[in-house]
């Protein structure tokens, strides 16, 4: 195929990190998409230099793609900053919709763009309290943190791992303040679990390997959290609510087990919310609701606000009541979904 133009205001745009990916390397992605072993054409209206973080990502995203440097270009020259995806690219190169005007403010078209990327990686599976609190909160957060040209999932996971570990040494001090204090870092934990995935999909990121170690860091913050509470319980001599929560420690790990080794058997990364991909299209409003109310983010926050409110008992009592009814669905789906030997 002949050489896509792509046009940039300047090498600082070219250069620009756009949700944590230079604007150029974005480009040039969506370029491979649409031809795999393509040319681009880049003109840079003012400066000429494609920085060091930009070559390297170019080599990352669009191996294939030959790029020059040319100091001037046609009327057809696709303006960078208005970042098309392959999609579009495709209909500009046939002619199927116009090329469009370079943006007035292009660094402010960018930073738009970048916006707009971190929205888009919500999950449609989002329970209520993740649509609604934590997804705004960590996608606030990881638009800060892509400023960072070195920031990458990773260290996100890390900081998760980091709130579970200070919220479980809260809890194991024995005292009412730290039972507080780790109920709001669970909660934290929570919500700072989502920034890692959503850094991978906005810079192309994702891996088996991240999704595997997210799912351990989430698994062992849950039943860190449990351990926990129950230890502060019985270190202040609360034996009664201790073994309500022990209840309910027992039969999420009865869940997990079940539900972990489903996940191996099929190479999957162990999920506490495993179980509403069985309920598939089957789902109804009933079971979705249900569904709402035993995914990870609305506990979280519900054994959080209940224990700062003082309600430790009654918490643990319902998450226990709670923690039965999932483990009967667990178990009723993972019936319907055998196979046989």
Known sequence: MSAVTIRFASAQTANQLVAGVPALARVARAVAEVAPEGRIAVVLGHGSAINALTRAELARLAPGIDIALVPEADSAAIPGETLPDAGAL??????????PSPPRDPAGELAKAARAI???????????????????VSQACSALLLRFAWMRPGHATALTALAAAAMLACLLTGTVAGLMAGAVL???ASIVDGIDGEIARATFRTSPQGAAWDSGID???????????????????????????????????VGMGLLGARA??????????????????????????????????????FLAVMIL????????????????GWLVTVIALLWRARTPA
């Open 90 to 99: 495709a209909a500009m190169m046939s002619g199927a919709i116009p090329i």
């Open 186 to 188: 669970f909660q934290i």
């Open 219 to 253: 698994a062992a913050t849950n039943l860190g959290f449990l351990a926990g509470v129950i230890a502060n319980l019985l270190m202040r001599g609360e034996a009664a609510t201790a073994t309500t929560g022990l209840a309910g420690f027992g039969i999420l790990m």
């Open 118 to 136: 971190i929205r888009a990686t919500a999950k449609p599976g989002d329970g209520i309290v993740s649509r609604h609190l934590n997804r705004p």
């Open 309 to 324: 409110l003082g309600w430790v008992s009654a918490a643990l009592a319902i998450f226990a009541a709670a923690a039965a």
């Open 264 to 301: 191996r058997a099929r190479g999957e990364p162990l999920h506490f919310d495993g179980a509403k991909a069985m309920l598939g299209r089957r789902e109804t409003a009933l079971t979705r609701w249900l569904r709402y109310l035993t995914m990870r983010d609305f506990y979280c926050l």
